[in-house]
């Protein structure tokens, strides 16, 4: 795994630990988490980061705070670790918004949006916007707290087998989608196709789906999809930036110092930066990769990019007519943007 450089990660712990003056000299009583992530520890992006994360906790602490980490699956099933942080039997979790978001609707807009912000405004939406407060008060009443916990670039648009060169190709595939940018892609007439990632690949070699999204370069060339599809479509439009979540059992949160607390926040922002920059090169290596292999790599067509921003704008209002919270945090998000725009069409 690559770790971030010591001096770099030492140099931002510390001088926001010092700024908030969290040691006064006074010990801190110990305290241990035991964290499962959702993916394994060796996926780039969101299983290194949270390697990165428990390695950094556990490098500066100086044993006041203790994280073990454990991989996919070690303890519980991915799916199943917002239900073992609720109920306490698992202390927290390294793992996405969008796993929860059959329970919870709004969360979506914090997993990643179609044709939202890039990861700079989503960071700052989110810290400077409102966008943290309504995030935590939706999983408040069920007794977890949620850090903002890395920061995944932008994906890829997906992997095909047939070229997308009008609105109409889509019509009558068998498309793997999630979320919002699913129902994007069934108003786009595609039959959606909800597959663990384990299953994309047999299931596309068999031809029993036409096409995947999955997630950026760095971590796609880890599945081999150039060998079962050979059409790569870049950059994606349904997540140009997506949020991981550490969660917390709030009990457990609560029982903390706020130094622990404070220690845990300022780690999770600092591996927002590393998420992003340790992926930079992965995704360059990762196309010159597929190029090699013989992928095609392909741009949306303008007709084709307006139609999926169309249908995003109707998915849209039809989750925020069907649900209030949703609404609100859309409301959150769309507001943050519009008061950024004049910065974000000039640094365009």
């Known amino acids: 795994m690559t770790r971030s450089h010591p001096s770099l990660?030492?140099?931002?712990?510390?001088?926001?630990l010092t700024a908030a003056t969290l040691w006064t000299g006074a010990a801190a009583a110990q305290e241990k988490l035991d964290l499962q992530s959702a993916w394994p520890l060796t996926l780039p992006a969101s299983g290194q980061n949270a390697q990165h994360l428990a390695d950094t906790i556990n490098d500066i602490s100086g044993g006041e705070l203790e994280i073990k980490l454990y991989g996919a699956?070690?303890?519980?099933?991915?799916?199943?670790?917002f239900d073992a942080v609720q109920q306490g039997t698992?202390?927290?979790?390294?793992?996405?918004?969008?796993?929860?978001?059959?329970?919870?609707?709004a969360v979506q807009l914090f997993g990643g949006v179609p044709f939202g912000p890039d990861?700079?405004?989503?960071?700052?939406?989110?810290?400077?916007?409102?966008?943290?407060?309504?995030?935590?008060?939706?999983y408040?009443?069920?007794?977890?707290?949620?850090?903002?916990c890395g920061v995944m670039d932008a994906e890829a648009g997906g992997w095909y087998k047939f070229p997308i060169d009008s609105v109409e190709a889509l019509e009558g595939k068998k498309i793997r989608f999630a979320g919002l940018a699913g129902e994007v892609m069934k108003k786009m007439g595609a039959s959606v196709v909800l597959l663990s990632g384990g299953d994309i690949y047999p299931n596309l070699e068999r031809n029993v789906i036409d096409g995947t999204e999955f997630s950026m370069p760095a971590i796609d060339v880890a599945m081999g999809f150039e060998k079962v599809a050979d059409y790569y479509y870049l950059p994606g439009w349904h997540q140009p930036a997506a949020f991981n979540e550490l969660i917390v059992n709030k009990a457990k949160w609560d029982g903390m110092t706020d130094a622990q607390r404070n220690m845990i926040e300022t780690v999770?922002?600092?591996?927002?930066?590393w998420?992003?920059?340790?992926?930079a090169q992965g995704n360059a290596d990762a196309i010159a990769k597929f190029e090699e292999a013989g992928t095609q790599i392909m741009s949306f067509p303008p007709e084709v990019l307006d139609a999926f921003e169309t249908a995003t704008a109707e998915v849209m209002a039809e989750q925020a007519e069907s649900d209030a919270t949703f609404a609100r945090v859309l409301d959150s998000l769309t507001t943050y943007r519009a008061g950024m725009q004049p910065w974000s069409d000039v640094k365009k």
Do not use: H
Not at 275 to 279: A, E, K, M, R
């Open 73 to 81: 699956g070690k303890l519980v099933p991915s799916l199943q670790i």
């Open 119 to 138: 990861a700079i405004d989503y960071i700052g939406w989110i810290y400077n916007g409102g966008g943290l407060e309504i995030w935590r008060e939706i």
């Open 275 to 279: 998420s992003l920059t340790s992926t």
């Open 268 to 273: 999770c922002m600092e591996t927002a930066i």
């Open 90 to 105: 698992l202390d927290a979790g390294y793992t996405s918004p969008l796993y929860v978001a059959g329970r919870f609707p």
């Open 9 to 16: 990660t030492a140099g931002l712990i510390a001088g926001a």
């Open 140 to 148: 408040a009443e069920q007794g977890v707290v949620t850090v903002p």
